[in-house]
């Protein structure tokens, strides 16, 4: 009876160890497929920023009235 309870405790004790490594794993990748959306996110955001710095390069302020009316 002792026998059969002490390895039902170590069955259990490592079952608890598998359950807590899958979660470390599950956090992990958790924690990856974010800094990859994140990395997507700058990818996106880069070419418009590009844009938007020529458009405002490319844009000239006038400022004579004659040419405004």
């Not at 002490?6 to 004790?13: G, K, P, W």
Request: hydrophobic fraction near 35%; charged fraction near 40%.
């Amino acid at each position: 009876m002792e026998d059969e309870i002490a390895r039902l405790r170590q069955a259990l004790e490592e079952e608890r160890r598998r359950r807590e490594a899958a979660e470390s794993r599950a956090s992990e990748e958790q924690r990856r497929r974010e800094e990859a959306e994140r990395i997507v996110e700058l990818l996106q955001l880069e070419p418009y920023l590009e844009a938007c710095y020529t458009l405002s390069l490319a844009i000239k302020v006038v400022t004579d009235c004659s040419l405004t009316i």
